[in-house]
């Protein structure tokens, strides 16, 4: 009586033997083992699992592409070609100078090939070479060896999945068979989960041989530390809170996910506080040398003994942790208030703006638009500034500042153009091209700008919206400067501006007409230009020395002067743009004696004014010397002189 066929697949796979009366016929490529399942030769593999056996007459043996899957064994100089049931290792021995030929040509030496000793790594000080070294060193070695290690692991423990370790080496691995059937293969080492989806990872990769492997490293994590990460800018104390683990599929590509893998560690330090951020990174490798990157990896949850994250990709993996930066409370006071007071300002400035129909014109416009703009970046940053967790809602508030900002900006140096724009025109005689200027780009210049800024600096780098203590722009890799660059280039324009303003101001306005001077005293106009110009981002050219890393007390003072110029930024306005007007104070005190009841009173005024206006048009007017090339000076209408002065007048207040 024939007995069972001796358990010669993995015991964690499960397979439903045949009954001995069932004769199973073998396919292609492979050999029979007994009547009830058969061995793909090697070189190959089932098609329905992945491994050698075949148990039912679907499966056929598909042929395994040992380059594609890094199970090669060529030297580092042959080029792989794979061919059905095997590779060959192409090379010109002894000759790395028509080594070139080899990638042309199927040139099969033996001296192409690695030989066992070659392929495993020294397990014996496997990693002194990283204790030893530098820290360029280590930056430059560490990603090889982690890849040379995860192959080694994976190649080993293929063809008996399970779950082993390595004192040598100080890892402990677990290997499960992955196919694109499955969906979701759960691995555990060293009280370390990962949980992928199998069907992802090998869609991209058909003929790759099917498993999947989880390393635990015990102490790499003394070498690979907190140091390596230099993205944590405003960061206290970053250390590593996990062991090191690596995910691999067998393949020497970092493999990309279109789902996500699933990683919880466990903590290696007890006990966490509310100022401690744990941030979920992996080993990047770089020309410039290797370092642990949030790229592709996103902080789940955690709890005090385990942490969850989720990747986009296979690599070696850790947790950080980090301490937030010390909060000043005395910077917090001045911040919060100040922004509350500036905001107020701002709120009564755009009141001021819409209600006062005696000042509105393209100046007042530009002031309103400038005033929405900051007064909701001043709200925002108020009630979203450290609001980081979720992370896409952190971004979603840094995407919105860099715009608001940015359009803040916009309108500032709008207001540079046009008063520029306003003094040239009067020192001409010719105040046409204003009216102009408005319709055609003040608002597609003022909002339309920014907004295809922040458009390119999303679509190059989203993940830079938003930091670990801050809903902000980051600073690593020059992602600032997109916001930085145009407030440089807006400040110096507006700087050139009111240079030539200032100039035109002392030197040649006085000379169009005498009026000017006796209407609106120079100092004032000075003052106001100056005023401006403050408006226009002194507090923000303090800003460009907080990007590069300073000294504690410097980088202290500095962000003392930077927070309590911009947070007087919608003070200034207020003050220079409605208390110093003359005109919005006479509407201010028609507001108050309205709310008194002396109605009659105010109405008398304004009929006294009115005539007082209408006389004042209807007298004759000095003529005006015209300012044009070697022409003498000729009489111009009374009234354009007039409306010339008060329409400077006007913009002024």
């Given at each position: 009586?024939?007995?069972?066929?001796?358990?010669?697949?993995?015991?964690?796979?499960?397979?439903?033997?045949?009954?001995?009366?069932?004769?199973?016929?073998?396919?292609?490529?492979?050999?029979?083992?007994?009547?009830?399942?058969?061995?793909?030769?090697?070189?190959?593999?089932?098609?329905?699992?992945?491994?050698?056996?075949?148990?039912?007459?679907?499966?056929?043996?598909?042929?395994?592409?040992?380059?594609?899957?890094?199970?090669?064994?060529?030297?580092?100089?042959?080029?792989?070609?794979?061919?059905?049931?095997?590779?060959?290792?192409?090379?010109?021995?002894?000759?790395?100078?028509?080594?070139?030929?080899?990638?042309?040509?199927?040139?099969?030496?033996?001296?192409?090939?690695?030989?066992?000793?070659?392929?495993?790594?020294?397990?014996?000080?496997?990693?002194?070479?990283?204790?030893?070294?530098?820290?360029?060193?280590?930056?430059?070695?560490?990603?090889?060896?982690?890849?040379?290690?995860?192959?080694?692991?994976?190649?080993?423990?293929?063809?008996?999945?399970?779950?082993?370790?390595?004192?040598?080496?100080?890892?402990?691995?677990?290997?499960?068979?992955?196919?694109?059937?499955?969906?979701?293969?759960?691995?555990?080492?060293?009280?370390?989960?990962?949980?992928?989806?199998?069907?992802?990872?090998?869609?991209?990769?058909?003929?790759?041989?099917?498993?999947?492997?989880?390393?635990?490293?015990?102490?790499?994590?003394?070498?690979?530390?907190?140091?390596?990460?230099?993205?944590?800018?405003?960061?206290?104390?970053?250390?590593?809170?996990?062991?090191?683990?690596?995910?691999?599929?067998?393949?020497?590509?970092?493999?990309?996910?279109?789902?996500?893998?699933?990683?919880?560690?466990?903590?290696?330090?007890?006990?966490?506080?509310?100022?401690?951020?744990?941030?979920?990174?992996?080993?990047?490798?770089?020309?410039?040398?290797?370092?642990?990157?949030?790229?592709?990896?996103?902080?789940?949850?955690?709890?005090?003994?385990?942490?969850?994250?989720?990747?986009?990709?296979?690599?070696?993996?850790?947790?950080?942790?980090?301490?937030?930066?010390?909060?000043?409370?005395?910077?917090?006071?001045?911040?919060?208030?100040?922004?509350?007071?500036?905001?107020?300002?701002?709120?009564?400035?755009?009141?001021?703006?819409?209600?006062?129909?005696?000042?509105?014109?393209?100046?007042?416009?530009?002031?309103?638009?400038?005033?929405?703009?900051?007064?909701?970046?001043?709200?925002?940053?108020?009630?979203?500034?450290?609001?980081?967790?979720?992370?896409?809602?952190?971004?979603?508030?840094?995407?919105?500042?860099?715009?608001?900002?940015?359009?803040?900006?916009?309108?500032?140096?709008?207001?540079?153009?046009?008063?520029?724009?306003?003094?040239?025109?009067?020192?001409?005689?010719?105040?046409?091209?204003?009216?102009?200027?408005?319709?055609?780009?003040?608002?597609?210049?003022?909002?339309?700008?920014?907004?295809?800024?922040?458009?390119?600096?999303?679509?190059?780098?989203?993940?830079?919206?938003?930091?670990?203590?801050?809903?902000?722009?980051?600073?690593?890799?020059?992602?600032?400067w997109g916001f930085m660059g145009p407030v440089a280039v807006i400040i110096l324009i507006n700087l050139?501006?009111?240079?030539?303003?200032?100039?035109?101001?002392?030197?040649?306005?006085?000379?169009?007409?005498?009026?000017?001077?006796?209407?609106?005293?120079?100092?004032?106009?000075?003052?106001?230009?100056?005023?401006?110009?403050?408006?226009?981002?002194?507090?923000?050219?303090?800003?460009?020395?907080?990007?590069?890393?300073?000294?504690?007390?410097?980088?202290?003072?500095?962000?003392?002067?930077?927070?309590?110029?911009?947070?007087?930024?919608?003070?200034?306005?207020?003050?220079?743009?409605?208390?110093?007007?003359?005109?919005?104070?006479?509407?201010?005190?028609?507001?108050?004696?309205?709310?008194?009841?002396?109605?009659?009173?105010?109405?008398?005024?304004?009929?006294?004014?009115?005539?007082?206006?209408?006389?004042?048009?209807?007298?004759?007017?000095?003529?005006?010397?015209?300012?044009?090339?070697?022409?003498?000076?000729?009489?111009?209408?009374?009234?354009?002189?007039?409306?010339?002065?008060?329409?400077?007048?006007?913009?002024?207040?």
């Amino acid at each position: 009586m024939p007995t069972d066929p001796p358990c010669l697949v993995p015991c964690n796979e499960h397979f439903v033997l045949f009954p001995t009366a069932f004769y199973l016929s073998c396919p292609a490529n492979a050999i029979r083992q007994n009547s009830t399942f058969c061995v793909c030769q090697d070189g190959f593999q089932s098609s329905k699992t992945g491994g050698k056996y075949i148990f039912s007459h679907e499966e056929q043996c598909e042929d395994v592409d040992e380059c594609e899957t890094g199970l090669a064994r060529c030297k580092d100089r042959a080029y792989c070609r794979n061919r059905i049931g095997g590779y060959h290792c192409s090379c010109v021995p002894n000759s790395h100078l028509f080594n070139w030929v080899a990638g042309i040509f199927t040139l099969d030496y033996s001296q192409c090939y690695e030989t066992p000793s070659e392929a495993t790594p020294p397990l014996k000080d496997y990693w002194d070479e990283l204790r030893a070294g530098s820290r360029e060193d280590v930056r430059r070695a560490a990603a090889q060896k982690l890849q040379q290690l995860e192959l080694f692991v994976w190649n080993t423990s293929f063809a008996s999945p399970g779950k082993g370790s390595n004192t040598q080496l100080g890892i402990v691995y677990e290997t499960k068979r992955c196919s694109k059937k499955q969906k979701k293969t759960f691995l555990e080492a060293g009280n370390n989960t990962m949980d992928i989806d199998c069907a992802d990872a090998y869609g991209t990769f058909p003929k790759a041989r099917s498993a999947v492997a989880l390393i635990a490293y015990r102490s790499l994590g003394d070498i690979l530390n907190g140091s390596f990460f230099l993205e944590g800018k405003g960061l206290r104390e970053v250390t590593l809170k996990s062991q090191i683990m690596s995910g691999t599929i067998g393949l020497e590509r970092r493999v990309q996910l279109s789902e996500p893998v699933f990683l919880t560690f466990q903590h290696t330090q007890p006990g966490d506080n509310k100022e401690t951020k744990h941030i979920c990174v992996y080993w990047a490798e770089a020309e410039q040398g290797g370092s642990w990157s949030t790229q592709g990896c996103s902080y789940v949850s955690s709890n005090d003994s385990y942490t969850t994250c989720k990747c986009f990709h296979l690599s070696s993996f850790a947790v950080l942790v980090a301490l937030s930066p010390k909060e000043d409370p005395v910077l917090d006071v001045i911040t919060s208030v100040g922004l509350g007071l500036s905001l107020l300002c701002l709120l009564l400035a755009a009141l001021t703006f819409l209600l006062c129909k005696a000042i509105q014109n393209t100046s007042t416009s530009l002031h309103l638009q400038l005033s929405l703009c900051l007064s909701l970046a001043h709200l925002l940053f108020l009630t979203g500034i450290t609001r980081t967790e979720p992370q896409w809602l952190c971004s979603v508030i840094a995407g919105l500042l860099h715009y608001l900002y940015l359009a803040a900006f916009t309108w500032m140096f709008l207001e540079g153009l046009h008063l520029f724009f306003t003094v040239r025109n009067l020192k001409v005689a010719n105040y046409s091209s204003t009216g102009r200027f408005k319709k055609r780009f003040l608002y597609p210049v003022g909002y339309g700008v920014p907004a295809m800024t922040v458009a390119v600096s999303a679509a190059v780098g989203y993940q830079n919206y938003g930091t670990y203590t801050h809903c902000w722009l980051k600073y690593d890799k020059g992602f600032i400067w997109g916001f930085m660059g145009p407030v440089a280039v807006i400040i110096l324009i507006n700087l050139s501006f009111y240079f030539q303003i200032l100039w035109i101001l002392r030197t040649r306005l006085a000379s169009l007409n005498k009026e000017v001077s006796t209407i609106q005293d120079t100092r004032v106009m000075t003052f106001k230009a100056i005023a401006q110009l403050f408006i226009l981002g002194c507090s923000w050219g303090v800003g460009f020395f907080m990007v590069e890393e300073v000294g504690e007390t410097i980088g202290l003072a500095l962000a003392y002067l930077f927070t309590i110029i911009n947070v007087l930024q919608g003070v200034v306005l207020f003050i220079v743009h409605c208390l110093l007007n003359h005109q919005v104070r006479t509407e201010f005190r028609r507001w108050v004696r309205r709310l008194r009841g002396d109605a009659g009173q105010d109405s008398t005024e304004g009929s006294r004014s009115t005539t007082q206006t209408q006389t004042r048009t209807e007298e004759p007017a000095k003529p005006a010397e015209r300012i044009q090339r070697g022409e003498p000076a000729s009489v111009e209408p009374q009234y354009q002189t007039h409306i010339i002065t008060v329409s400077w007048n006007r913009t002024l207040q």
